[in-house]
């Protein structure tokens, strides 16, 4: 109900080379059967909707190595949105309000919608996850919080083509097998964990790095002799110790055969598109492995998660505070896209609205968050004053978190910042001070002509 109420929040267009390039990807499945995106990107190029510096020369004059164009991105997000493109389809065929095209407005807003839905149900999955790991108090207002509180709102709502929506999906997802999957690590378990990261690598690549979470826990529980979520419980010696490894390594390759055949269908893409089976062999350059911005991407004033997000130190806050084997495994995934993210030569993702390669620890901040939330909450209603008076303080502190990303959403929308980078003097002035005198014509704007925000197309690159 909630989520049909917000619906005529959702912005439901494409600007970016990234949207296009994988609403592209269905586009040409759905209507073309094929990985050819030329009459994809020809048509968003001659509407003047993808007209960022360098749009023809990369897309429309580059090829593969099989004679087609360039394609970044993946076909998780095609897969993801397909119910919702099928549905436009039949409804615009039936109709006939539309011309069934692919390209027309039904498409577009069924892949919006689609990507706003999955968030949603991030959110609910992710507050289900922290319920099951620190119990009732606490994970409705973190889920509340960590959607108004990053990014997730702005992908969400503002800008729903990009992929970022459904990573943080897919991650809710794998998360969530992963806590139920660790209690009996039965291969039946294993090779749907398996297929759950290969939906990840589909989504976004760099999401895969998040398995290393249950890697490790899996790696512990195979190394333990007792205790929750080992398999081996009751295990001592001799026979039953070489039934235990075999047990593992049946569980590990189970595990690795789910990953291998979820991932046949952006296998077989890439094969088609690229002429063998992996991205394109350039996007490597673009990667430093030993993470040379591993720090900046945190820490930066100007681009770091923790600045434009400060609403995510609390969670992680949380998560070490909980000094658990699974608070453990979450802390490892949140350092691999760290890690990833700080490899990347565009580590700035300057002009996009805050570290959006973040929004996928969606789940992980629920959880931190709802963890803090809980020891406050439950440190106050034992009557201690000092840890009732720190309750009071975090909540105001979510709440300053939460209005900080939407003042920022605002001020990005309405060009008073920087898109490039924090400038955060400045933006903490526009938040506190300007803005809260905007918001209810801000408002209005958005829900009533929202085409205000919209930037001015550029001129046409020369060809």
């Known amino acids: 109900m909630l989520f049909a109420v917000s619906l005529p929040a959702v912005t439901a267009r494409l600007y970016s080379s990234d949207e296009v390039q994988y609403f592209s990807y269905l586009r040409s499945l759905w209507f073309d059967r094929d990985v050819s995106f030329e009459n994809e990107y020809r048509y968003f190029y001659d509407h003047d909707i993808a007209q960022s510096p360098g749009y023809h020369e990369t897309f429309l004059e580059r090829r593969t190595e099989t004679g087609l164009r360039f394609n970044y991105g993946t076909i998780g997000c095609a897969l993801l949105w397909s119910p919702f493109y099928g549905a436009a389809d039949l409804w615009t065929r039936a109709t006939g309000g539309a011309e069934p095209n692919g390209f027309s407005t039904p498409y577009i807003r069924a892949v919006a919608y689609g990507s706003a839905f999955y968030a949603f149900l991030a959110v609910l999955l992710s507050i289900r996850a922290a319920r099951s790991v620190v119990g009732e108090r606490g994970p409705f207002a973190a889920g509340c919080a960590v959607w108004l509180g990053t990014p997730l709102l702005f992908y969400m709502y503002v800008a729903p083509p990009f992929s970022h929506a459904c990573s943080a999906f897919g991650v809710a997802v794998f998360v969530s097998v992963w806590l139920q999957v660790r209690r009996t690590w039965s291969a039946r378990g294993a090779f749907a964990l398996g297929l759950c990261a290969a939906l990840l690598a589909m989504i976004r690549e760099q999401d895969v790095f998040v398995a290393l979470g249950p890697a490790v826990d899996f790696t512990w529980s195979a190394l333990g002799t ?31 055969a789910g990953v291998v055949i979820g991932y046949l269908p952006q296998l077989a893409a890439y094969n088609s598109l690229n002429g063998y089976p992996g991205p394109a062999s350039h996007v490597a ?29 609390l969670a992680i806050a949380g998560l070490a505070l909980m000094r658990t084997r699974v608070a453990t495994c979450l802390l490892i995934m949140s350092a691999s896209q760290v890690y990833v993210a700080g490899s990347v030569a565009s580590w700035t993702v300057a002009g996009a609205f805050g570290q959006r390669r973040f929004v996928g620890l969606t789940i992980i901040l629920v959880i931190g968050l709802a963890a803090l939330w809980n020891a406050a909450i439950t440190a106050r209603d034992h009557s201690q004053t000092a840890y009732g008076a720190r309750s009071y303080v975090l ?9 900080w990303n939407i003042a920022l959403m605002a001020q990005f929308a309405t060009g008073q910042m920087d898109r490039q980078r924090l400038e955060p003097a400045r933006n903490v002035y526009n938040a506190f001070v300007t803005l809260p005198l905007q918001t209810p014509s801000l408002i209005y704007r958005y829900l009533m002509e929202r085409e205000s925000f919209y930037r001015s197309t550029p001129a046409k690159d020369a060809r």
């Open 285 to 313: 350059r673009k990667m430093f492995w030993h993470a040379p911005h591993a720090l900046q991407v945190l820490f930066s004033p100007a681009h770091g998660f923790f600045f434009w997000t400060p609403l995510a130190l």
């Open 226 to 256: 007792t205790g929750a979520g080992s398999w081996t419980s009751g295990v001592r010696s001799g026979t039953k110790r070489v039934r235990r490894v075999t047990s593992g390594v049946g569980v590990a390759l189970s595990g690795i």
């Open 395 to 403: 909540s105001a502190l979510v709440i300053l978190t939460v209005w």
